[in-house]
């Protein structure tokens, strides 16, 4: 088996990431737009429709095209490349820098000398032999006042046809304070900067493709004398959400991960929180516990308290730092139960609303089957990586789920190029929800996901017994955003109620296991998602009696740890290929006729790295890692190494054969792999250069007749590069082990550590979601089993 048919390669080293559940673009006949009329009024009456599409539909930037950052001065465009560029491994070219260079002198002193017209000509030749000489492989950061000369903004329009160009926003309060505090800007010629920037915004995003929020973090100040322009590590991690989010948006634009809903025939149900809130900044406090069970959230645009793009764009960025759900961009007007006007003769407000969706790279884009049908065809034909969910809402009562008008909704909705259908009816009767299901059942072979439920208090039952992304309430929203709304947890009653969610048993499997804390987590899980499942401890001593447990016919799912992480392989019908890579499997789940084993050690491990190395560490071809022990964590992290794009990676373990015939098995996978055993723990290591990764797969601890004692694996704080890196520990442990210790005393040089507690958490997130096919709302989870853990601790330093 070749690794690499498992890991999808991208040039954004360790940002790739497979993508399951991506629908794909809509294919078909292509009906170009004609009068604004609205799409209600043509209906087509053909019995199998097909979709829309265009050839834009499919465009699809190079991932290699060079990135231009546009934007008001201090939105931070500089920041953002620098770190960008050394995440991707590409060059990052400043415009104010070349210009300093090229003239010798400062911009603000070449003004006072020359002029605000001499500064522009010199800008403009150098933007455009940027653009002329760098189409690949550059991160281009402009200066703010680049768009003023029209020839400018011409030029970068026709750059952005091939090249991706990013308006760059920040908080206006935060850069004016930046620029009032910054002595090395010129002053804005004959204006104030707010005035300045009022007059820009508009061409900053007549000549970008993409809006980007930079949203303020808290970046330490740098030591005394450091030069203005340098990046500390420290500032880098403080910098990590902004990288992230960008790389997020990257993903998005590159199809390399468009964090689509797995929606489809074998999938789990998939549900939507609608934010009813004017600002859903008001939402962040309570964003973790309103994720319960969601798979993604609806920004309701019409609801909002303003629909001016900063502050829609704010909005979205807001989400994106709290959380990493799609996001599903919807405008409701009046006769869709919105608040948005019905369209008038002037439709060129809501066309450029809904096209501002897809440029801050909305997952999802609700559009209406009454909105005019040029504004509808055109969004689809520009989506992009953008699902375009297409939607009727009958709030008459007249229209019956068996009559032709449903179906002519429906043929439309796809024949105009809907990725995914939305029909929402009235329930008068109990019986409208049968008619529903029919209707359901008859559309099904088209195989097109469809959202299809009945408002009002005879619609319930219809809205738990959808199954593709349910728009469901929670209590701590200001209100449900449709008549009959029920939660998450609701649904899950009536599912199981029903007998559609029979309650289920889940165990951990190993010896010994009276420490695990998996039934904290996974139990407050269920209890905080209202599923009715339980999870316990099955300590056995050895794997035959497991085999009982497992045909149960209530078994649902078991983590599985030492020492059965190899020997269950043998009774499962299905190994994941990671899981046989790694050689081990932590966790079983029921499949049709048989069981299926997978690891989620190294998922766990590739997030608490990613999530930890700072911007100035990112992932290159050179970048070096250090791993203690050899075991089946080891592996893991071996694989989940490869999978970031680390192949220059040591292995030091007490016993070296060991050590050695791991590194033997994993070279051979690809040639890529430059796995190498280390003797011992010189001073300097012979690695170079020196490692940014380093992870411990052995206990801080080890039994002895006296007790505890601590394992000191010989790290010294002078292994640890001053390039600053990540130290993770694959154990939680009762103690902070050596390296995180070390890591610690070097935190002014950009070492992050990240506690086994973590990974266990991480891995057991993932776990879960293998298990009942739903996210956890992390910081509730993470806060018991932290206290549960924080008992044991005290408990074991007093005892
Ligand atoms: N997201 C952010 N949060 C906080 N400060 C930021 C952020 N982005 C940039 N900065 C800071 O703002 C200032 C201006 O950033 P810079 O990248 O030079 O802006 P530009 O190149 O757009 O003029 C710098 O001090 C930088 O550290
Ligand atoms: O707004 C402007 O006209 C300018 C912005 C500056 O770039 P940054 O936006 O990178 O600070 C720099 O090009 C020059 O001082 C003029």
Redesign the pocket.
Known sequence: MNIRDLVHSSPIIGLSLPNPGRNPAGTGTIRMPNTPKSVMSTPDSSNVPSRAGSPHSKQCYSRTASIVLI?????G??TLATIAATALGWEHI???EI?ESREHKS??AY?VELG?DA?RAV?SQILHDLLTAYPTNKII??????V?PESNRLALQVFREHGIVVHVMREKDAVLKYLRECTH??P??HETAVE?WDR?VVWFRECSSFDFVSLTVDIPSAPEGSPETAITPEQTLALKPVEEEFFRLLRFIHGIDTNKVAVGPRTHRSYILCLTYKDVRDAVPVLDDLSQGIDMWEIRVDLLGSLDPTFLAFQVATLRRYSNLPILFTLRTVNQGGKYQDATDDTTALHSLLQYALRLGVEYLDLQATYPKNIFMDLVARKGNTSIIGSYHNWSGNISWTGQETRQIYETLVQLGSDILNITNVAKTWEDNMSLREFVSSVEKNGIPLIAVNMFAQGKISRALNTTLSHVCHPLLPYPASPGQISFVECQQILHFTGLLPARKFYVFGNPIGESMSPTLHNTAFATLGLPHSYELHETDSVDPLVEVLRNPSFGGASVTAPYRRDIMPYLMHVSRQAKIIGAVNNVTPIPGGFSGDNTDWRAIKTCILGSVTPANAVTASTTALIFGAGGTARAALYALYYIGVVNIFIYNRTKTNAQILADEFNKLDALFCIRVLDSLSIPLPIHPQPTIIISTVPATSNSPTGPIEVDVGLKLEHLSSRGGVAVELAYQRRVTKLLALAEKKKDQGWVSVEGIEFFLEQGYEQFKIFTGRRVPKKVIRAKVLEVYERNVAHELTS
């Open positions: 934007g008001m001065r201090g939105v465009k500089t400043d415009t104010d210009f911009i603000a003004i605000w500064f800008e950061a402009c200066g703010g006042g680049v003023e800007h010129p804005f010629y300045a820009r």
